[in-house]
Nanobody
């Protein structure tokens, strides 16, 4: 079974940028639809972005449209989330997830494999 791991989190100032990486072992990310979710204490996981298994069809929540970009690097078996113009409300633990499906989904329950998460903190 595929195992996922996130990296690239850290501290950024409002207006700054971070790029998160989802890496896989034991399987190819190109065989799954991939989503990024985020979670703050006391709340459920919130959809951020997704990319389809083929054709690079992407989905974003409204609050990150035109700021975040999800992409695949098949040569490195990774998926990235480039986050620009960060806001304090983007602060959360970010997770990548793999779904056994062609298209992404905004529902966390539709994903089968999850990484451990990486902390993103955006300060004012």
């Amino acid at each position: 079974q595929v195992q996922l791991a996130e990296s690239g989190g850290g501290l950024a100032q409002a207006g700054g940028s971070l790029t998160l990486t989802c890496s896989a072992s034991g399987g190819s990310l190109n065989t799954y639809a991939i989503g990024w979710f985020r979670q703050v204490p006391g709340k459920g996981r919130e959809f951020v972005a997704a990319i389809s298994r083929v054709n690079e069809i992407t989905q974003y929540r409204d609050s990150v449209k035109d700021r975040f970009r999800i992409s695949r690097d098949n040569a490195k078996n990774t998926v990235h989330l480039q986050m620009n113009t960060l806001r304090p409300e983007d602060t959360a633990v970010y997770y990548c997830a793999a779904r056994i499906a062609v298209t992404g989904s905004e529902s966390a329950s539709h994903y089968h494999y999850w990484g451990q998460g990486t902390q993103v903190t955006v300060s004012s």
